[in-house]
């Protein structure tokens, strides 16, 4: 139980175009979602938190004009990243609360690149 | 906020030896404690949690420790093997419930040597 499905798994596209990022949750609601960016070689760095239904909640240092999540449905979260550029080039993975133990369940990650 | 240190950064070891991977935290009101195991271009799979009301945890090979006093945790992999080779994330939640993320140490590269 607890699967979130995160696509594409890998994307490539030219500066200047948007980029969008799906999570859906399988078997459970998520009302909540973290946006996670992940550099080579690097930590899993929270972007920010989507809540269903309200507005997300950014980190300090992310541009939420930039990075568009929508959350409008308890099965679905999405991250736009808007007018890319060559260093939004990143791992970005999204996670959910896991609703049958404490606990989170992670997507498979997307591996944006920007050309 | 909270933050989270994670040592060593690169770690080798020969088949069968252990391998030990320390964090600490700085936020004493955090109680979740997961480890995180992450292959090359996958998202991290959960291995082993422990929580603030325990001090440790084993399951087969691997086992977690807690000390809430001086705020650090510690992954414990025995007799490892090949298949153990990858970045291991520590994590802390710093409050209570699911409706806080995680925050992630840097990660340990482990390397298991035939």
């Known amino acids: 139980g607890a699967v979130v499905s995160q696509h594409p798994s890998r994307v490539i596209c030219k500066s200047g175009t948007s980029v969008k990022i799906e999570c859906r949750s399988l078997?459970?609601?998520?009302?909540?979602m973290f946006w996670y960016r992940q550099f080579p070689k690097k930590s899993l760095m929270l972007m920010a938190t989507s809540n269903e239904g309200s507005k997300a909640t950014y980190e300090q240092g992310v541009e939420k004009d930039k990075f568009l999540i929508n959350h409008a449905s308890l099965t679905l979260s999405t991250l736009t990243v808007t007018s890319a550029h060559p260093e939004d080039s990143s791992f970005y993975i999204c996670?959910?609360?896991?609703?049958?133990?404490?606990?989170?369940?992670f997507g498979s990650g997307t591996r944006l690149t920007v050309v | 906020g909270e933050n989270v240190e994670q040592h060593p950064s690169t770690l080798s070891v020969q088949e069968g030896d252990s391998a030990v991977i320390k964090c600490t935290y700085s936020?004493?009101?955090?109680?979740?404690f997961p480890w995180y195991k992450q292959e090359l271009g996958k998202g991290p799979q959960l291995i082993i949690d422990?929580?603030?009301?325990?001090g440790e945890k084993k399951d087969q090979r691997i086992a977690v420790t807690l000390n809430k006093t001086a705020k650090h945790f510690s992954l414990h992999i025995t007799e490892t093997q090949p298949e153990d080779s990858a970045v291991y994330f520590c994590?802390?939640?710093?409050?209570?419930?699911?409706?806080?993320?995680?925050?992630f140490g840097k990660g340990t590269h482990l390397i298991i040597q035939p």
């Open positions: 996670s959910a609360p896991n609703p049958y133990e404490d606990g989170y369940t």
């Open positions: 936020d004493s009101a955090s109680n979740y």
């Open positions: 994590a802390a939640r710093h409050s209570g419930g699911g409706a806080d993320g995680l925050t």
């Open positions: 422990i929580r603030s009301n325990v």
């Open positions: 078997d459970f609601q998520a009302t909540t």
